[in-house]
């Protein structure tokens, strides 16, 4: 299941059955005063491992370096450019297939990486692929419903009350709930609604947390995770079975380049 708990011999057969690839990507990042620099890495590791045991797949190792510039202005983060991280990208991928898996699951678990995974997606179709990508690009899609339910109408996101409660359910050791002493300020540039800079997230998140944290608990963590688990071992089976995208990508590119996919 772990890929680098196995041996080659496995990772032969796994391929050969069919299995799912999937490439956890998290970050290294300040996440407010009380969690740990790889939550996202520790969180999306651990949930995948989760649904691997519900629905059989291959989890690579997590890729904690990943694309962070907008907080680079606190002690702890490491991030990539984002030329590099989809450079990165698409050799991890190539490397994947090369092993023989034909479709690869990549699980993001940071907000921030959303962006440069969407133009992954669309810049690999530039270079026929012999593979077909499948992504959860935004980590907390399959749990909105739950979230809207928990907070209660409070402010939610980095390090908020939800990823809190999800870090006590995955690894409570590492977080410090008694460095929280307050609900987090937030402010705004100023500017008309519609307008972005590059600095909005640094104006807005001036401590590196949202909401109150100590609203978090381990019982609405571990009903996040059950959630987003069952979510997730589903699209893995039916990722597994999909007949439709490879058949979509080879007809796109026979259309496009004249010639069907890359060996």
């Known amino acids: 299941m772990l890929y680098e708990y196995l041996t080659s011999l496995d990772v032969k057969n796994a391929a050969e059955k069919g299995l799912v690839a999937i490439l956890p990507i998290g970050s290294i990042e300040i996440h407010g005063p009380h969690m740990p620099i790889g939550t996202d890495s520790l969180t999306v590791y651990r949930i995948a491992e989760l649904a691997a045991e519900k629905e059989e797949s291959i989890v690579l190792p997590p890729l904690y370096y990943a694309y962070v510039p907008e907080n680079k202005h606190f002690p702890g983060t490491i991030s990539l450019t984002a030329k590099t991280m989809l450079s990165l990208l698409e050799e991890i991928c190539g490397e994947i297939a090369r092993n023989g898996f034909k479709k ?87 500017l008309p609604q519609g307008i972005e800079t590059s600095v909005d997230w640094q104006a807005y998140a001036v401590q590196l947390y949202v909401g109150d944290p100590r609203k978090a608990s381990v019982e609405k963590g571990e009903k996040i995770v059950n959630k987003i688990v069952e979510y997730l071992a589903d699209a893995i089976r039916r990722i597994k079975h999909d007949e439709k995208v490879p058949v979509v990508l080879d007809d796109f590119y026979l259309r496009a380049y004249g010639r069907p996919k890359t060996a």
């Open 104 to 190: 690869i699951l990549i699980l993001n678990g940071h907000g921030g990486n959303i962006p440069v995974l969407r133009l992954f997606l669309k810049e690999m179709l530039n270079k026929r692929k012999s593979y077909a990508l499948y992504a959860l690009v935004n980590p907390l899609f399959p749990v909105r419903d739950i979230i809207e339910e928990m907070s209660e109408g409070r402010r939610v996101g980095h390090a908020c009350e939800i990823e809190t409660s999800i870090g006590l359910y995955l690894f409570k050791d590492l977080i410090r709930m008694e460095n929280v002493k307050q609900e987090a300020r937030v402010e705004s540039t100023g």
